[in-house]
């Protein structure tokens, strides 16, 4: 679920950490920072990622502009876009074993279908994901 109801002081930390990592290794274009937090909202550091992430493929319906449109102004010198976000986005990896349910998927409405056109399809294997928007602005 994107964005997530986090307390501010969780927020603004993720955002500290990330601009002083980005600073710290020059960074041109787009850094992701995947977390978790525990139960008393702390933050714990899983990955970075110099690139558009799946954590933020939500963003493709949800925002102004996506992670994939900003990286491309960054590295072409343009400016950002703006970074408004259309309402809480639930995003779902499809995995292999979901693939007999692609007709399903592909008729249920307001649900946004994204699949990676790999060739085949085995268990576990990440094929695609679903957007959809469960709070509206």
């Excluded at 500290?16 to 992701?32: C, P, S």
Aim: hydrophobic share 40%.
């Amino acid at each position: 679920m994107a964005p997530a109801d986090l307390p501010a002081a969780v927020i603004d930390a993720g955002q500290n950490a990330i601009q002083k990592l980005a600073t710290a290794l020059d960074v041109t274009g787009l850094l992701a920072l995947e977390t978790f937090v525990t139960d008393d909202n702390r933050l714990l550091f899983n990955e970075i990622a110099p690139r558009p992430h799946n954590s933020f493929h939500w963003t493709i319906e949800g925002c102004a502009n996506s992670q994939f449109t900003q990286l491309i102004r960054a590295v072409a010198g343009m400016p950002l876009g703006s970074t408004n976000c259309y309402g809480q986005w639930q995003m779902d990896n499809l995995l292999g074993e979901d693939m007999p349910r692609l007709d399903e998927l592909a008729s249920t409405s307001g649900l946004h279908l994204h699949l990676y056109g790999k060739a085949e399809a085995k268990p576990g294997r990440k094929m695609g994901h679903t957007n959809r928007q469960i709070k509206p602005v």
